[in-house]
């Protein structure tokens, strides 16, 4: 297992529209931390570290937030993007405990050659993500549904992923995940195909 980055934050007093303002114009950005063990804090955090953080371990990557000296196994749970600029405006980090569950919002990735994208069809993928149930220790970093097989019309529903062990995907009712759709082509050529049977 690779080391966990480490991430350094400052406590921050002022909060509000205009302190925050004030903040992100001097490079840095409002943040809160909320623990499972119930330690919620207001902070700042340097926006150009953050953003190259954020890109190299997104959601799902435990890593140390340290404040003042002490360090907590978290996620960054959200972070809220400018309206208008490419900047992010605010954060929230989530402090995790090893052994309490939580439930987080898991990329979905697809691996692989579909036979059916050569014949003219193409991949549909219905959810970008999927919720999941785990603890810290066993949260996967992406969903992958592996397309190798894969006709057209063929569905893999979010019922055929299995998870490893410690991970469930929560959900209800049944559903497509993704699917090899006919494309232009193929569809003329049944519609031409269904046509000719009629005419026959």
């Given at each position: 297992?690779?080391e966990?980055?480490?991430f350094?934050?400052?406590?921050?007093e002022?909060?509000?529209?205009?302190?925050?303002?004030?903040l992100?114009?001097?490079?840095?950005?409002?943040?809160?931390?909320?623990?499972?063990?119930?330690?919620?804090?207001?902070?700042?955090?340097?926006?150009?570290?953050?953003?190259?953080?954020?890109?190299?371990?997104?959601?799902?990557?435990?890593?140390?937030?340290?404040?003042?000296?002490?360090?907590?196994?978290?996620?960054?749970?959200?972070?809220?993007?400018?309206?208008?600029?490419?900047?992010?405006?605010?954060?929230?980090?989530?402090?995790?405990?090893?052994?309490?569950?939580?439930?987080?919002?898991?990329?979905?990735?697809?691996?692989?050659?579909?036979?059916?994208?050569?014949?003219?069809?193409?991949?549909?993928?219905?959810?970008?993500?999927?919720?999941?149930?785990?603890?810290?220790?066993?949260?996967?970093?992406?969903?992958?549904?592996?397309?190798?097989?894969?006709?057209?019309?063929?569905?893999?529903?979010?019922?055929?992923?299995?998870?490893?062990?410690?991970?469930?995907?929560n959900?209800?009712?049944?559903?497509?995940?993704?699917r090899?759709?006919?494309?232009r082509?193929?569809?003329?050529?049944?519609?031409?195909?269904?046509?000719?049977?009629?005419?026959?």
């Amino acid at each position: 297992m690779s080391e966990k980055e480490t991430f350094v934050a400052v406590k921050r007093e002022k909060t509000g529209t205009s302190a925050n303002r004030q903040l992100r114009n001097t490079g840095m950005i409002p943040a809160v931390f909320y623990s499972q063990e119930g330690d919620n804090m207001v902070l700042a955090v340097n926006e150009i570290d953050f953003t190259k953080m954020y890109r190299k371990i997104g959601t799902t990557s435990l890593f140390n937030l340290e404040i003042d000296g002490k360090k907590y196994d978290t996620l960054i749970w959200k972070a809220q993007m400018d309206p208008v600029r490419p900047r992010i405006n605010h954060i929230d980090f989530l402090g995790v405990a090893a052994d309490k569950p939580l439930k987080i919002k898991v990329p979905v990735t697809m691996e692989g050659l579909a036979p059916g994208v050569k014949l003219g069809g193409c991949m549909t993928t219905y959810r970008d993500n999927l919720e999941v149930a785990c603890t810290a220790a066993s949260i996967p970093a992406k969903i992958v549904v592996n397309i190798d097989g894969m006709n057209v019309n063929d569905t893999v529903f979010v019922s055929d992923i299995k998870l490893a062990d410690g991970a469930t995907i929560n959900f209800t009712n049944d559903f497509a995940l993704v699917r090899c759709v006919a494309g232009r082509v193929i569809a003329d050529e049944d519609a031409e195909s269904e046509a000719g049977a009629v005419q026959s």
